[in-house]
């Protein structure tokens, strides 16, 4: 019988542990590196973060698209050939690289460190006052995978952890808050506020002045969801009031950023070059294989997006 073919259009360097995956845990599949004028043009499966132009004249014979991130923010969607199904990626070793990113940057936060960093840098001894950990309310933009597992992580340091979805949760320990309605009151118990929304058309620019402004004085802020969700110049004058007193933020609107971006060099904020977290090659290849599995045997892939709410 041939083998299924899959397309595999990414990082080469990773792609060695992918092919790797495929030879020893799926001999009947053949993963083939994309090339428009060669056999991956007729696959019926695509790995990718980003897909070829126009993808159903690329690939005529595609079924499905395996995203290689957990973010789909980037794809055209609604472009897509209307019956291709969009995988996105789960997995324990992206999560957990988020809930180690997540819990450094509220700790940071919560110690002070951007402020110790500089004062050092500029020969300055200078303590400031500790704050209990049950003092300081971290809430959580987004209850997904991501955000379910960051507040577990945040919990095991005694923190106060609250979370906001579109949909109601209910999780042990954590105060959770839906919708529109509930988020002026989810904001006002927030000290702490952590992103982990999808980018969409309902959340581009949420991190914005208003809300800001409900957040109590001198609250911190931690990006890791997309650039497009914070307007970069509400946050600075944030900071200059006093409103915000910090940011870590792995997620710009520009990545890189311009030199002269102001945050770049802003002295309560950190950045990151997008590093939060990243999909582990060799639990990703086994998703996917896992997925053209089910989908041969007529069920879903796990993961699969639900492309009219694009996330
Ligand atoms: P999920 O889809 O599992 O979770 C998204 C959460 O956001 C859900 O709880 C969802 O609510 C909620 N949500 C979506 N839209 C709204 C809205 N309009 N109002 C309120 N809540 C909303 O995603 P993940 O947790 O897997 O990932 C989250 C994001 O993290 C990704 O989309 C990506 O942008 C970012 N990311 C960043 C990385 C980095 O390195 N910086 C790495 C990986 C991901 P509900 O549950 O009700 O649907
Ligand atoms: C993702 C990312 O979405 O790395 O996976 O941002």
């Given at each position: 019988?041939d083998?299924?073919?899959?397309?595999?259009?990414?990082?080469?360097?990773?792609?060695a542990v992918?092919h790797d995956?495929f030879?020893?845990?799926?001999?009947?599949?053949?993963?083939?590196?994309?090339?428009?004028a060669?056999?991956?043009?007729?696959a019926?499966y695509?790995?990718a973060?980003?897909?070829?132009?126009?993808?159903?004249a690329?690939?005529?014979?595609?079924?499905?698209?395996?995203c290689?991130?957990?973010?789909?923010?980037?794809?055209?969607?609604?472009a897509?050939?209307?019956?291709?199904?969009?995988v996105?990626?789960v997995?324990?070793?992206l999560t957990?690289s988020?809930v180690e990113y997540?819990?450094?940057?509220?700790?940071?936060l919560?110690?002070?460190l951007?402020?110790?960093?500089?004062?050092?840098?500029a020969?300055?001894w200078?303590?400031?006052?500790?704050?209990r950990a049950?003092?300081r309310?971290v809430?959580?933009?987004?209850?997904?995978?991501?955000?379910q597992?960051?507040a577990?992580?945040?919990?095991?340091?005694?923190?106060p952890?609250?979370?906001?979805?579109?949909s109601?949760?209910s999780?042990?320990?954590?105060?959770?808050?839906?919708?529109?309605e509930?988020?002026?009151a989810?904001?006002?118990g927030?000290?702490?506020?952590?992103?982990?929304?999808?980018?969409?058309?309902?959340?581009?620019?949420?991190l914005n002045?208003?809300?800001?402004a409900?957040?109590?004085?001198?609250?911190a802020?931690?990006?890791?969801?997309?650039?497009?969700?914070?307007?970069?110049a509400d946050?600075?004058a944030a900071?200059?009031?006093g409103?915000?007193?910090?940011a870590?933020?792995?997620?710009?609107a520009?990545?890189?950023p311009a030199a002269?971006?102001?945050?770049?060099?802003h002295p309560e904020v950190?950045i990151?070059?997008h590093i939060?977290s990243?999909?582990?090659?060799?639990?990703?290849?086994?998703?996917?294989?896992?997925?053209?599995?089910?989908?041969?045997?007529?069920?879903?892939a796990e993961?699969?997006v639900?492309?009219?709410r694009a996330?």
């Amino acid at each position: 019988m041939d083998p299924i073919l899959v397309a595999y259009k990414s990082d080469p360097v990773r792609g060695a542990v992918w092919h790797d995956v495929f030879r020893t845990e799926a001999p009947d599949m053949k993963l083939v590196d994309w090339d428009p004028a060669g056999e991956a043009a007729s696959a019926p499966y695509l790995v990718a973060w980003t897909p070829p132009e126009n993808l159903a004249a690329a690939m005529p014979k595609v079924e499905a698209f395996f995203c290689i991130g957990a973010g789909i923010d980037h794809l055209p969607i609604a472009a897509f050939p209307p019956g291709m199904d969009v995988v996105r990626m789960v997995d324990p070793d992206l999560t957990a690289s988020m809930v180690e990113y997540v819990v450094m940057a509220v700790l940071a936060l919560h110690r002070d460190l951007p402020f110790y960093v500089e004062d050092a840098r500029a020969g300055r001894w200078q303590a400031r006052p500790l704050r209990r950990a049950a003092d300081r309310r971290v809430g959580i933009l987004g209850l997904g995978v991501m955000g379910q597992a960051v507040a577990a992580g945040l919990q095991a340091f005694g923190f106060p952890v609250r979370g906001w979805s579109a949909s109601r949760k209910s999780l042990a320990g954590v105060e959770c808050f839906a919708g529109g309605e509930e988020r002026e009151a989810f904001l006002a118990g927030t000290d702490s506020l952590v992103c982990l929304l999808p980018l969409t058309e309902a959340t581009r620019g949420i991190l914005n002045a208003d809300l800001f402004a409900q957040l109590p004085k001198g609250a911190a802020l931690v990006n890791v969801g997309r650039g497009g969700h914070l307007v970069e110049a509400d946050l600075l004058a944030a900071l200059e009031t006093g409103q915000m007193s910090g940011a870590v933020l792995d997620v710009l609107a520009a990545e890189p950023p311009a030199a002269d971006d102001p945050l770049l060099r802003h002295p309560e904020v950190w950045i990151t070059p997008h590093i939060a977290s990243a999909t582990h090659p060799a639990g990703a290849a086994r998703q996917v294989i896992r997925g053209i599995r089910a989908l041969r045997s007529g069920q879903k892939a796990e993961n699969t997006v639900d492309r009219s709410r694009a996330y």
